[in-house]
């Protein structure tokens, strides 16, 4: 299994009582487990898709084989690839999957990862849900990730008439960074 963020897989699998059944593991360009059996493998990819996004493709390569016993020795490779976004992310749809998704905006937060990934658009709160074959089939990353943000409070909020109303969001509102804000208290 190869992905490109780090997944907390031991808590989720304790979580779910999963067993540890990797014979091994090792660290590359992702995670790599190693396990006795195919059956363990798959075990653990069909308990991988019933918590989180992914797709998964299957190979089975002969190593050996003995002609007078009929014995055939495989090497069986599951490649898994998960989401790469998570809670809280800004990502920036593709135009054709935000307009198959009732027209939301391109820039969303992920409300949250399950098996779907949750989006909201922030400036209408229209909420969508995405599995991972039509993600798969539109990819889209984060623009921007929370350690990115600085948060701000909202001070106060005006009433903007619509011929006064100009094209961005936001407008009417006077904020400030939360850091700046607290210090204006002491």
């Given at each position: 299994m190869r992905n490109h963020f780090q997944f907390p897989l031991r808590g989720l699998s304790a979580?779910?009582?999963?067993?540890?059944?990797h014979v091994?593991?090792?660290?590359?360009?992702?995670?790599?487990?190693?396990?006795?059996?195919?059956?363990?493998a798959k075990k653990l990819v069909d308990f991988?898709?019933?918590?989180?996004?992914?797709?998964?493709?299957?190979?089975?390569?002969?190593?050996?084989?003995?002609m007078s016993s009929n014995i055939f020795n495989y090497k069986y490779t599951f490649s898994v690839e998960v989401v790469p976004v998570c809670k809280d992310n800004v990502v920036c749809l593709p135009p054709k999957l935000a307009r198959s998704l009732g027209g939301i905006a391109q820039i969303c937060v992920v409300q949250k990862v399950t098996t779907l990934v949750?989006?909201?658009?922030?400036?209408?709160?229209?909420?969508?849900?995405?599995?991972?074959?039509?993600f798969f089939k539109?990819?889209?990353?984060?623009?921007?990730?929370?350690?990115?943000f600085t948060e701000y409070t909202v001070i106060n909020i005006e009433i903007i008439e619509e011929n006064e109303?100009?094209?961005?969001?936001?407008?009417?509102?006077?904020?400030?960074?939360?850091?700046?804000?607290?210090?204006?208290?002491?």
């Amino acid at each position: 299994m190869r992905n490109h963020f780090q997944f907390p897989l031991r808590g989720l699998s304790a979580a779910h009582c999963v067993t540890s059944i990797h014979v091994g593991c090792c660290f590359s360009e992702g995670l790599d487990f190693f396990f006795g059996t195919e059956s363990n493998a798959k075990k653990l990819v069909d308990f991988l898709q019933t918590v989180i996004p992914i797709r998964y493709q299957h190979a089975k390569k002969l190593i050996s084989h003995d002609m007078s016993s009929n014995i055939f020795n495989y090497k069986y490779t599951f490649s898994v690839e998960v989401v790469p976004v998570c809670k809280d992310n800004v990502v920036c749809l593709p135009p054709k999957l935000a307009r198959s998704l009732g027209g939301i905006a391109q820039i969303c937060v992920v409300q949250k990862v399950t098996t779907l990934v949750h989006l909201i658009d922030p400036n209408t709160c229209q909420a969508v849900e995405i599995p991972a074959n039509a993600f798969f089939k539109s990819p889209f990353s984060a623009v921007a990730v929370p350690k990115h943000f600085t948060e701000y409070t909202v001070i106060n909020i005006e009433i903007i008439e619509e011929n006064e109303r100009r094209k961005f969001a936001g407008q009417g509102a006077i904020s400030k960074r939360v850091s700046s804000f607290l210090k204006t208290l002491h």
